[in-house]
């Protein structure tokens, strides 16, 4: 089956409808957005940032009002996010939450354990899972994944930030401060890293525990995005 790339023009105009969509449900119009990220799949049928876009937004109106309906709606919308992108972090992301918040979390965590057997070499797959038994309490867990995710890429600052947090958790604010810089030093656009840093350095001079509590559970709803 052939499918038929979008033209430049075509991406120029999906991104400006997709940020159009992000800026009406920021101002508390979910109905508008998914107007203006609907146009943007009907222009271009492979943007999989518009199918998340819209299950985001049926997520987050069909958690706030208990709405079933919009929640199988944004499953839906999900996995056809996946299937044109199945390497898509955040709707991997969006999808799992979902799983565990409508009482399915073996499902959210087979969903990213296959993303982690399909794809060796993603440190992103990994860190996803990590972050989900991070969330559910095992921490232990998720620091073995996110050392698997180092492994695979140790360039990647998301990896040490989210090791930088199990750190903290586990009470080891000198390694976590190492962790942070490491990050920091791969992306410096990362103002609640620097925080972090900053915090843990006054800490440490102080001789001040700052450690984050532990045993978190699944909040973190999905943000549509550009």
């Known amino acids: 089956m052939f ?15 997709n940020i159009e969509g992000v800026r009406l449900l920021q ?9 203006r990220f609907q146009q943007v799949a009907t222009t271009d049928p492979t943007n999989a940032d518009a199918y998340y876009n819209m299950a985001a937004t049926y997520h987050r109106v069909g958690t706030q009002n208990n709405d079933k309906q919009h929640l199988e709606q944004a499953e839906t919308l999900y996995n056809q996010c996946l299937d044109l992108d199945e390497n898509h972090i955040d709707c991997r992301r969006g999808l799992a939450v979902l799983l565990a918040e409508t009482s399915r979390s073996d499902r959210a965590f087979n969903l990213l354990k296959n993303w982690v057997d399909s794809n060796p070499t993603s440190a992103d797959a990994r860190i996803e ?44 604010p000198t390694q976590a401060l190492a962790n942070y810089q490491r990050s920091y030093g791969l992306n410096s656009f990362q103002p609640q890293v620097a ?24 909040v973190t709803r999905p943000t549509p995005q550009f």
């Open 27 to 35: 101002q508390g119009q979910p109905h508008a957005a998914l107007q």
């Open 195 to 218: 925080e972090r840093i900053a915090m843990l350095s006054r800490s440490a001079t102080r001789g001040v525990d700052v450690t984050i509590p532990g045993n978190t559970r699944i």
């Open 129 to 172: 899972l990590a972050r989900l038994y991070e969330e559910f309490g095992d921490v232990e867990t998720a620091k073995l994944h996110l050392n698997q995710a180092i492994q695979v890429d140790g360039n990647s600052h998301r990896a040490w930030t989210a090791l930088g947090k199990i750190r903290e958790q586990l009470g080891d």
């Open 3 to 17: 499918i038929l790339l979008p033209s430049v023009g075509c991406n120029m105009m999906a991104s400006g409808q």
